[in-house]
Antibody, heavy 121, light 110 residues
Framework: QVQLVQSGAEVKKPGASVKVACKTS????????MHWVRQAPGQGPEWMGI????????INAQKFQGRVTMTRDTSTSTVYMELSSLRSEDTAIYYC??????????????WGQGTLVTVSS | QSVLTQPPSASGTPGQRVTISCSGS????????VHWYQQLPGTAPKLLIY???QRPSGVPDRFSGSKSGTSASLAISGLQSEDEADYYC???????????FGTGTTVTVL
């Protein structure tokens, strides 16, 4: 069955960077785009970007331009999201979510379990 | 700050029909399809409706979606206690060149 397993919780200091991994299995890794979505405590989901694991094409949300880097490793079927210059407002659960079909317009369908990132001095 | 506006709350008794609205603009709902998510406490969002009115496999037909102009709606008929959750609409926004989520609606079963 399709699985998206994310890396464990992180605690970071302001100004640091965090890299979250999302290891996939059970499907052809390069056939589906992957979204990154975060959710701050008590808030709704916030879209961060999308990556094409096949061709490497990425679209970042304007809000995170220059701060977020999405990469993929086809040898391990893993996608990564790195967020830099962390501030307290970045405290949130970060999700990877496989798109319903190939293409940037495809909505997130299958979600990872989430990774809690806490930014605190 | 989301560009898709939903009512903060909705409620109904078991068996009733509840409708949730999602208001957007020409750059998102007006020109792209709408999707709906259900989020139970402590869990990741679950895709409930995609492409305006399509249900993924396993989603009960009590859930239905529609879209008209720059607005969309999610209807839950035959409301059940397990439908208590947060619901979010989402759509691609051509101006922002990205996905946007709605402000969210908490559904309570009285």
């Amino acid at each position: 069955q399709v699985q998206l397993v994310q890396s464990g919780a992180e605690v970071k200091k302001p100004g640091a960077s965090v890299k979250v991994a999302c290891k996939t299995s059970g499907y052809t890794f390069t056939s589906y785009y992957m979204h990154w979505v975060r959710q701050a405590p008590g808030q709704g989901p916030e879209w961060m970007g999308i990556i094409d694991p096949g061709g490497g094409r990425k679209i970042n949300a304007q809000k995170f331009q220059g701060r977020v880097t999405m990469t993929r490793d086809t040898s391990t079927s893993t996608v990564y999201m790195e967020l830099s210059s962390l501030r307290s407002e970045d405290t949130a659960i970060y999700y990877c979510a496989r798109a319903l079909y190939s293409g940037s317009y495809s909505p997130p369908e299958l979600w990872g379990q989430g990774t809690l990132v806490t930014v605190s001095s | 700050q989301s560009v898709l506006t939903q009512p903060p709350s909705a409620s109904g008794t078991p068996g009733q029909r509840v409708t949730i609205s999602c208001s957007g603009s020409s750059s998102n709902i007006g020109s792209n399809t709408v999707h709906w998510y259900q989020q139970l406490p402590g869990t990741a969002p679950k895709l409930l409706i995609y492409t305006n009115n399509q249900r993924p496999s396993g989603v009960p037909d009590r859930f239905s979606g529609s879209k008209s102009g720059t607005s969309a709606s999610l209807a839950i008929s035959g409301l059940q206690s397990e439908d208590e959750a947060d619901y979010y609409c989402a759509a691609w926004d051509d101006s922002l060149n990205g996905f946007v989520f709605g402000t969210g609606t908490t559904v309570t079963v009285l």
